[in-house]
């Protein structure tokens, strides 16, 4: 049997005509970047979060980027994210003429938890980017009140965690800005690239927006040195058919998680955990393995394919050399460790019973 990392088989077949009929729609209306379908999705992604604002741009590293700026953080600054993200989350900063000071993860979680917050912290500390990855909330009160002590900005990475639930609310409305990546194998992907920021904050919606398209005020009155990153009117159309069905979809991917978690039974496998309060979207269903790669071999043998998340951690990065970065043995372990199951809507009965079966044999 043949078991694919990621499949939009089902997710696509199921929403086709109505996919087809709104890219008819938008080819006959003319109308490609900054019109209706934008402006309907904005309200629908901030509606979905409870927000005030949402802003389309284009990508999630750009939503990242553009809100560090928005937020004022530049040179001479420093922002701290986890050592275990990937590698957008520290290109944003560095972009921006930051510098991005690491933290190791909890080992529950993955994710930045409360410590090493406090050691990573100087004077220069602006602002503070917890990640949700895989689809799991990072613990956010730990990280709020270490940036409430400091007076330190939160902007959210959600690029993995669409959807999900901490203490009752949405992750990207605890900080000042939650970022998102709609890169199409995401839990609410486009048919290409897309991203967006969500804030109640309507200055900070405003300048992100500003940011996004060449720094103008109103057209051709340039106020500040912007970008070019918008989202079209097509991928905006297609994400608000497919945000109708986010939570179905996210409901179908923990029914999977789940059989993973009571079927997988084998002490060289060591299954992901969820903290407290939280509910985990599984956007990756991260597994550890001393043998890890010698385990992606033998699935990859048997027609399972997976994927390493992420095989070199950022500070071995040969782009960041020059920061002379120090090492992060949690970070490194999870990086040499990591394997990333097949998760994706539509993966059958079969196919995890076949996933399962041979994880439990290795
Ligand atoms: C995907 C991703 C990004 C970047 O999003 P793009 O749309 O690919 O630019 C940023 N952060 C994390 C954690 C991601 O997974």
């Given amino acids: 049997m043949n078991v694919p990392f990621v ?31 934008s402006e309907l999705f904005e309200k629908e992604f901030a509606e979905y979060h409870g927000a005030a604002e949402c802003v389309g741009v284009g990508n999630g590293l750009d939503a990242l980027f553009l809100s560090l700026k928005a937020l004022g953080i530049g040179e001479g600054d420093e922002v701290i994210i986890p050592g275990n993200t990937f590698i957008a989350t520290a ?27 406090e050691e990573a912290y100087t004077e220069k500390t ?70 967006a920021v969500i804030t109640d904050d309507l200055e900070i919606a405003r300048k992100v927006r500003a940011l996004g398209n060449y720094g103008f005020r109103k057209k051709y009155e340039c106020q500040y040195l912007g970008n070019n990153s918008r989202l079209d009117e097509l991928q905006a ?10 939570d179905r979809y996210n409901a179908y991917r923990n029914k999977v998680a789940g059989r993973y978690l009571r079927e997988i039974v084998n002490p060289k496998i060591i299954l992901p955990q969820i903290g407290p309060d939280r509910t985990h979207v599984w956007h990756i269903f991260a597994v550890l393995c001393e043998e890890r790669d010698r385990l992606q071999t033998y699935l990859a043998d048997h027609g399972v394919m997976t994927v390493c998340h992420y095989p070199i951690p950022i500070y071995e ?23 990333s199951l097949p998760m994706y809507y539509g993966i059958t009965e079969e196919e995890v019973g076949y996933v399962v079966r041979l994880l439990n044999e290795f």
């Fill in 317 to 339: 990065q040969e782009a960041y050399r020059s920061l002379a970065l120090t090492e992060l043995p949690f970070t490194k372990q999870i990086s040499s460790q990591e394997l």
């Fill in 126 to 195: 602006k602002a503070v980017i917890p990640v949700h990855l895989y689809g799991q909330p990072a613990d956010m009160d730990a990280v709020l009140e270490f940036a409430a002590r400091h007076q330190l900005y939160v902007l959210e990475d959600c690029a993995q965690a669409h959807g999900a639930v901490y203490k009752g609310k949405r992750t990207g409305t605890f900080g000042d800005i939650g970022c998102f990546s709609f890169y199409p194998g995401k839990n609410l992907g486009a048919l290409g690239d897309g991203g």
């Fill in 91 to 117: 290109l944003a900063v560095t972009y921006t003429g930051a510098v991005p000071v690491f933290v190791e993860p909890d080992m529950v979680t993955y994710n930045m938890g409360g410590h090493g917050l």
């Fill in 237 to 246: 159309a297609f994400l608000r058919i497919k945000l109708k069905h986010l």
């Fill in 7 to 37: 499949s939009f088989e089902k997710m696509h077949g199921e929403i086709r005509e109505e996919m087809y009929k709104k890219f008819q729609e938008v080819y006959e209306r003319n109308w490609f970047i900054q019109g209706d379908e």
